[in-house]
């Protein structure tokens, strides 16, 4: 019973941590104290951040007690705030593909959404539309962009097929890019490898014009995108054996119809 209690508390103490955090990646406050390097006191954290001291105080006080920040307690002094490298190494934007901070923010934001439709989902059984996460595709670009910079082509492409794909790319071949969402990875890619195709699909039309405006700040002339459901690319699409590889990054687990989805992909493949 007392470890039951024990883990309960700790989940919730865990959850408002978890709130703290999305507010200190968002706000970027720990890149503030992770570029300054040193130990902060609240008024040089307030002038370096440009936000408000009473709430930073507040805030600092569930970093420390969490165990985020480390706090130094002087007798005649000032308290200073420190946020040691190696946790920034985790929760800035500086940490690339190891970013974890930017996923503090996905419980949050999924609650602000989505709780009040899926309480109601468990009485009526209805489901809950894509329209209700009006965030969603900004936060997942934010992901996209810690995931995908400094690893997709650098890392992962050649790693697949031991090279084998990285060369196919380099000569020039057709890929596609199923639930492209704004479209990061696909025009990473095409930038890449100028001498391939490439098409990102996706089901959100707000999605795609982002990705069409990415691909025209990149400059990129071998792209294009389309709005298509990857549930019905069979019925629908003119694209029968019509790809050399078919990517999809993050976006075949949330579908709705995520087989129909897989077979879509063996329809498209040469
Ligand atoms: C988790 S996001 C991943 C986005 C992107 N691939 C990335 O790596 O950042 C999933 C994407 O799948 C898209 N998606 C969901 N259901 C889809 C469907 N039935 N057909 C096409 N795209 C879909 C969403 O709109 C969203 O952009």
């Not at 209805?126 to 996460?133: M, N, T």
Request: negative net charge; charged residues 20%.
């Amino acid at each position: 019973m007392a470890d039951f209690s024990d883990k309960l508390v700790q989940i919730l103490n865990y959850g408002s941590l978890n709130l703290g955090l999305g507010i200190g990646y968002a706000l970027e406050i720990f890149d503030v104290m992770d570029e300054k390097g040193s130990a902060l006191t609240l008024g040089e954290l307030a002038g370096a951040t440009g936000l408000n001291s009473r709430y930073l105080k507040e805030w600092l006080g569930i970093m420390v007690t969490g165990g985020i920040i480390e706090m130094t307690k002087k007798p005649d002094n000032d308290d200073t705030f420190f946020l040691p490298s190696s946790h920034g190494d985790l929760l800035c934007r500086r940490a690339g593909n190891n970013n974890l901070g930017v996923y503090t923010q996905e419980i949050p934001l999924l609650t602000a959404c989505a709780m009040n439709a899926v309480k109601q989902g468990f009485k009526t059984g209805q489901g809950v539309p894509f329209s209700i996460y009006p965030d969603f595709q900004a936060f997942m670009s934010e992901l996209a962009e810690a995931k995908h910079r400094k690893v997709l082509i650098q890392e992962f492409i050649p790693y697949v097929d031991q090279g084998r794909l990285e060369k196919r790319l380099q000569q020039g071949i057709r890929v596609c890019d199923i639930g492209c969402g704004q479209g990061v990875a696909v025009c990473l890619m095409a930038q890449a490898y100028p001498k391939s195709e490439f098409v990102g699909m996706d089901n959100h039309e707000k999605a795609l014009e982002q990705a069409r405006a990415l691909s025209e700040s990149f400059g990129l002339s071998n792209i294009a995108f389309i709005n298509q459901d990857a549930a019905e690319i069979r019925e629908a699409s003119k694209f029968g054996q019509y790809f050399d590889y078919v990517c999809a990054f993050d976006a075949i687990h949330d579908q709705s119809h995520p087989l129909d989805a897989l077979k879509g992909v063996k329809y498209m493949l040469r």
